[in-house]
């Protein structure tokens, strides 16, 4: 296995040191970190599309389009 090193400013450092859990290592915790953001990620693209089918959402676009195109009130 290569091993790399980077560097890191101390702020970035201090608050990765605080994220690692007791007996975790930096590069388990650096894994840790990208697998949550991955599963975060996915789970938004689950949710694509799911207003194309739904009425409700287009009244509510609709809604605010009639609200934008009212003159404003002084």
């Known amino acids: 296995m290569t ?3 980077i ?3 101390f702020e970035t450092y201090d608050k990765l040191r605080k994220e690692k859990h007791k007996g ?3 590069p388990e915790l650096i894994n840790r970190l990208l697998r ?3 599963s975060k ?3 938004l693209e ?3 599309g799911v207003f194309e089918k739904d009425d409700e959402w287009d009244e509510i676009i609709e ?3 009639e609200d ?3 003159p404003g009130r002084m």
């Open 3 to 5: 091993n790399k090193t």
């Open 7 to 9: 560097s890191l400013p």
């Open 24 to 26: 975790e290592s930096f």
């Open 36 to 38: 949550r953001k991955k």
């Open 41 to 43: 990620e996915k789970k």
């Open 46 to 48: 689950d949710l694509a």
């Open 63 to 65: 809604g605010l389009y």
């Open 68 to 70: 934008r195109s009212r």
